[in-house]
């Protein structure tokens, strides 16, 4: 059926970082897009990160400099590297993929299989 399962969230002061795992079984790893989406008290989901099947990364303008996306493909497994987190980096991180090339245009209605979500808070 397909299933990605999300880890690394947690809390962390200002400054500090954290590293997002997201393990992906049961379907289509590469040459798949795949992406991490956030949603905050108070906001709309919104695309974090993508990365696609040719290496290919976009972000969000909020994080640029700050967040890395990467991918193993031995390990089925998508990561998001935070760095420099702020107060409004908190937020519910989901992952997201879907079996087909990324699209000019991310959104989140793109993607079949979701992660169930991991919690980052980010105190000042």
């Known amino acids: 059926q397909g299933q990605l399962v999300e880890s690394g969230g947690g809390s962390v002061q200002a400054g500090g970082s954290l590293r997002l795992a997201c393990v992906a079984s049961?379907?289509?790893?590469?040459?798949?897009?795949m992406a991490w989406f956030r949603q905050g008290p108070g906001n709309e989901r919104e695309a974090v990160a993508v990365?696609?099947?040719?290496?290919?990364?976009n972000y969000a303008d909020s994080v640029k400099g700050r967040f890395t996306i990467s991918k193993d493909n031995a390990k089925n497994t998508l990561y998001l590297q935070m760095s420099g987190l702020k107060p409004e980096d908190t937020a519910v991180y989901y992952c997201?993929?879907?079996?087909?090339?990324?699209?000019?245009?991310?959104?989140?209605?793109?993607?079949?299989?979701w992660g169930q979500g991991t919690q980052v808070t980010v105190s000042s």
């Open positions: 997201a993929a879907a079996p087909r090339p990324c699209p000019a245009a991310l959104s989140d209605g793109f993607f079949d299989y």
């Open positions: 049961g379907n289509p790893y590469r040459g798949s897009c």
């Open positions: 990365i696609d099947s040719d290496g290919t990364t």
